[in-house]
């Protein structure tokens, strides 16, 4: 539904991805974990049209959209959450919401609703500039966003990242509900979490995907205890 094959991509001369395939099913949910520097984000970015492959291909729902620009592959229907959770800080919840809703505007209403089913929290500040919301609520309205358009692939880059235990807990409470309505690819830190909700997980290591199994077949792997599980 969702594959890279041979996917290669970088920065001017530095080659990141060397070579990544990655096959995602209908509604399936994959974790990516990796260290600092393998190249996830770098993926990420790839597969959202906001860098150019070196090489290889992306295909959703089988179309080629490798190489296209950011917003053909939203309108192809990828939605991409960033690391540094991109809301317009001036603009209300309810306006950042909306634009969300670019490519679909008769749904806005009963989609924004949707949005606030799932991360209640929102529903109190929907008129209040999203500069102001606590990191958490920025996450949330980041992935409410990027949901607006209903992706048929959601991509997410660290969602857990600096927050508060309740918080992640929060967002993966919600990324679980939304399990096998959409396509999630899930870069992540947090293991742990990660492990829970995922189908499936994959590790990259230097800009290429080195393992992948189920969370239990992983969790009983020596060195992925060691590396992502905190040992024991
Ligand atoms: P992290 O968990 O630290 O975010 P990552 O797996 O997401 O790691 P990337 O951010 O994809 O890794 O970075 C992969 C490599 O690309 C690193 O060596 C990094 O220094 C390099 N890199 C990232 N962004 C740029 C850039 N804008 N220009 C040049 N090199 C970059």
């Keep these: 539904m969702f594959e890279t094959r041979g996917l290669r991509s970088g920065y001017d001369n530095l080659e990141v991805l060397r070579g990544v395939d990655l096959s995602l099913a209908e509604g399936e949910l994959v974790a990516l974990l990796g260290a600092n520097g393998a190249g996830k984000t770098t993926l990420l970015r790839t597969v959202s049209g906001l860098l150019r492959p070196f090489g290889g291909t992306v295909r959703l729902d089988g179309r080629d959209i490798g190489g296209l620009p950011a917003e053909k592959v939203a309108a192809a229907g990828l939605a991409h959450v960033p690391e540094n959770r991109l809301v317009f800080p001036s603009l209300t919840v309810t306006d950042n919401l909306a634009l969300g809703a670019w490519t679909r505007p008769r ?20 008129g209040q500039p999203a500069g102001t919301l606590s990191g958490g609520e920025q996450q949330m309205l980041a992935i409410a966003r990027g949901l607006m358009a209903r992706p048929k692939v959601l991509v ?4 857990s990242l ?18 096998h309505e959409l396509t999630i690819l899930l870069v992540e830190q947090n293991a742990r979490a990660a492990f829970k ?7 990259m290591d230097r800009g290429k995907i080195v393992m992948s199994g189920t969370p239990e077949e992983l969790a009983d792997d020596a060195q992925i205890k060691q590396a992502y599980l905190g040992g024991g």
């Design 197 to 203: 909700v995922a189908d499936r997980v994959l590790v």
């Design 162 to 179: 600096g927050l508060a235990p309740k918080v992640v807990g929060d967002i993966f409470a919600a990324l679980a509900r939304l399990r």
């Design 107 to 126: 749904t806005r209403a009963e989609d924004i609703e949707r949005m606030l089913d799932l991360f209640p929290r929102l529903r109190q500040r929907l």
């Design 156 to 159: 997410l880059d660290e969602p």
